[in-house]
């Protein structure tokens, strides 16, 4: 075994990984890197458009501040977690679901949401809401 490669199985067995800092071919982990890479290569979005806020995507938003922000989220529950994203960031927020057309249409909520929205816990199963149609 080279040394390069018994070097690189004791740190894996301790839980790290090694990998280039440069490179045509390096693999990102997660979306803030998929992000940073796009910045690096001078990707500067004039609007970014997030559906299905929730909570946030925070490594969107840090990744390119300069950005318009449309936020569009269907449950009511999360609009004050989108106030809070705007007193960070430039744009507004859209209570609604994002489709081809604007109508009323019923979700189904499931369960799991408010493990993120305690109040949503009343209300899962089918909801009506409104859906708007984002581009003519």
Not at 38 to 53: A, C, E, K, M, Q
Not at 78 to 95: D, P, Q, S
Not at 124 to 131: A, R, S, T
Request: charge should be positive; hydrophobic fraction near 40%; proline fraction near 4%.
């Amino acid at each position: 075994m080279k040394i390069k490669q018994f070097l690189k199985a004791i740190i894996n067995k301790l839980g790290y990984k090694i990998t280039k800092v440069y490179g045509e071919r390096t693999p990102r982990n997660n979306l803030s890197e998929s992000y940073s890479l796009l910045y690096s290569l001078g990707f500067r979005p004039n609007t970014i458009i997030d559906v299905g806020v929730a909570k946030e995507t925070p490594e969107l938003y840090r990744a390119f501040p300069d950005s318009f922000v449309l936020l569009v989220e269907p449950l009511r529950e999360f609009e004050t977690e989108l106030k809070h994203i705007l007193k960070k960031y430039r744009g507004l927020y859209l209570i609604a679901a994002a489709g081809s057309e604007t109508r009323e249409v019923t979700f189904n909520v499931h369960p799991i949401i408010w493990m993120v929205h305690r109040s949503i816990k009343k209300r899962w199963g089918l909801m009506q809401m409104d859906m708007r149609e984002l581009f003519q």
